[in-house]
């Protein structure tokens, strides 16, 4: 088998043994009740109610394995209840976004990160979806320092904490992240950040080979590989 990306499926699937699986996007990771999506409580009430098994995926989301058939339609409307849809749960970037913990939690950060994912999300799916991107799933991680635990140095684009507000910018990875990205800016503000982003987005759109990720079009265009020397 050869895996061609990295990422998660998302709502429901059957699995070989006839009975479901529920792919739940989960924002970095984090379940928690919050305004109009109370997602812990939704899912202590699908735990009681109807006992699937839970497993937490590498992108920090959630499985709901092992469903039957006659039980579909009450988790998905308990879901519902509590503001979880099963369809259209959130934009491709978001889906395929990641940020650890950081600030206050972790000691070792430097910067914000997953209590800055959710506003830098609105503000990157905004610009997709002006420049006609919406749907294209652009790998996007952020950390608030360089240990790397949301794996940035495989993304497409990635936000290393560096300072307090301030970014390494890294980009180049790629969907099935079997290569590094490489850094392309350092002690970026999130406001030049977005000012860059844009412009790289405009650079993409233009110059992409028919269906070409941001993280080739990026690998190929800013660090272009030297050809090779050929001697006698």
Known sequence: MVFSRQSDVFGWHRQRDGRWFLGLYVEAGRIADRPGRQLKTALRRVATTFAPQFRVTPSQNLLLTDVAEGDRAGVTALLAEHGIPVENQAAAVRRTSMACVSLP?????????????????????????ELGLGEE???????????????????????VGRAPGKYALYLGGNVASTRLNRE???????????????????RWQAERRTIESFGDWAHRTLWPEPAATVTA
């Open 184 to 202: 392309y800016r350092n002690a970026v503000k999130l406001d030049e950040f977005f000012a860059e982003l844009r412009t790289l987005l405009v």
């Open 105 to 129: 939690t972790c000691p070792l950060a430097l910067a914000e990160s997953e209590r800055a994912l959710p506003g830098i999300l609105d503000r990157f799916e905004a610009t997709l979806s």
């Open 137 to 159: 799933p652009l790998h996007f991680r952020m950390t608030g320092c360089p240990n790397g635990c949301a794996r940035p140095y495989l993304a497409e684009i990635a936000l």
